[in-house]
């Protein structure tokens, strides 16, 4: 039987709820959304569900899967790889492309530069080609990713981003693609930092013009066709007296390179200014020790693997109410990373703010015999 264990941490409160959620300003984007990833809020958003053409935002999934390889030790940077005509094919009809041709065998390391940096349509076909053998394979795996994640809105149909039926994406989807990029992948992510990069003697600048305006942006990806408009998704890390603050935007649908640029700045901007981060919980650290029956242990400890950080408007940050529920008893064994329950954090007046799961911190084997036996018998009893 389940019992409902909830009960306040000691945390300060007001007396009463939020003041009403600060406004954002007017953003010239058909679509867009404003993340705090270090929270994990939604702090702005507009039709961020809508079905969009994603251009080359597409080249953000194409890269994610590239780095799953990496890690995977399917492929080395060092490795180079062969350029197929279908590659070298993708400098028709004025597509971003690095410039490579049939005769030459671009590093691993080479290629990611060309299609983060470049945008390249090119270095994107040579990398899918080089991880999956196919194009068509390639895209499969793009498509099975979006799915473990649950991105229902997203059907990947080529790794460049050019505009066809089905192909298609929304920017709470790029947001998740852009962000996972960012907590899997911090030993990659620096290749979104690049302002410029020249290959066989072709020197491009990174079109992400953010990068050279706010020393802020780091990242990360621009994106255009006839039909998705002029797209962004950039992130940006600031440091603040409680830690640093990582925002990341995604602008779909402005009419110009300096629009999806200022517009962005501007959601970013006044994400920093509008709300603050709060820490409640470190990682790793108990928040609540209770009773465990049939253990070595008596007690477990459990909390948030990650922590516990929310983002409130600026000043309201002690107005919160912490309360976590479990399900009881705790039978041992319990495995460390186990989920039992949830860490619920909602306003003085009870509107949800964010929630993270309650995990074990640390294993609890299971008794002996002996033990069990006792605990079986006060439970039974109980």
């Not at 990833?37 to 953000?60: F, I, M, N």
Request: glycine fraction near 8%; charge should be positive.
């Amino acid at each position: 039987m389940k019992r409902l264990i909830a009960f306040l941490l000691a945390l300060p409160l007001a007396l009463s709820s939020f003041a009403q959620a600060p406004q954002p300003p007017e953003i010239a984007a058909r679509e867009y959304i404003l993340l705090d990833v270090s929270s994990g809020q939604t702090l702005a958003e507009r039709e961020a569900d809508a079905p969009a053409d994603p251009a080359s935002l597409t080249k953000l999934m194409t890269a994610y899967v590239v780095f799953n390889a990496l890690r995977d030790k399917k492929l080395t940077l060092e490795q180079t790889l062969p350029v197929s005509q279908r590659a070298w094919n993708e400098r028709k009809g004025g597509a971003s492309v690095m410039f490579i041709d049939t005769t030459m065998s671009p590093k691993v390391d080479e290629l990611l530069r060309g299609m983060i940096v470049q945008s390249g349509n090119d270095a994107a076909v040579a990398l899918a080609e080089g991880v999956a053998g196919s194009v068509e394979g390639f895209v499969a795996m793009m498509n099975r990713q979006a799915q473990a994640w649950g991105l229902k809105n997203t059907a990947f149909k080529n790794v460049t981003g050019i505009t066809e039926p089905g192909h298609r994406s929304t920017a709470r989807d790029m947001a998740v693609i852009a962000a996972r990029i960012i907590r899997d992948f911090p030993e990659y992510y620096p290749y979104y930092a690049l302002k410029d990069y020249t290959y066989n003697k072709i020197r491009q600048d990174n079109r992400n013009l953010l990068l050279r305006r706010d020393p802020t942006v780091d990242g990360m990806k621009t994106g255009y066709t006839d039909a998705a408009g002029y797209c962004l998704v950039a992130s940006a890390s600031r440091d603040f007296p409680n830690g640093k603050r990582r925002l990341l935007t995604v602008v779909l649908g402005t009419a110009s390179r300096e629009a999806r640029a200022s517009e962005s700045q501007k959601l970013l901007n006044w994400g920093y200014g509008a709300f603050d981060n709060v820490r409640l919980f470190e990682p790793g650290k108990a928040i609540v020790t209770p009773e465990v029956w049939k253990g070595v242990a008596s007690q477990a400890k459990l909390g948030a693997a990650t922590g516990v950080v929310v983002t409130v408007p600026k000043g309201e940050g002690q107005q919160l109410q912490t309360k976590v529920e479990r399900s009881d008893p705790l039978v041992a064994p319990l495995s460390q990373g186990q989920r039992v329950g949830t860490v619920k954090v909602s306003t003085r007046a009870g509107t949800p703010v964010t929630e993270v799961p309650l995990v074990v911190l640390e294993p609890v084997e299971q008794a002996g015999f002996v033990g069990r036996t006792w605990d079986a018998l006060r439970l039974w009893i109980k």
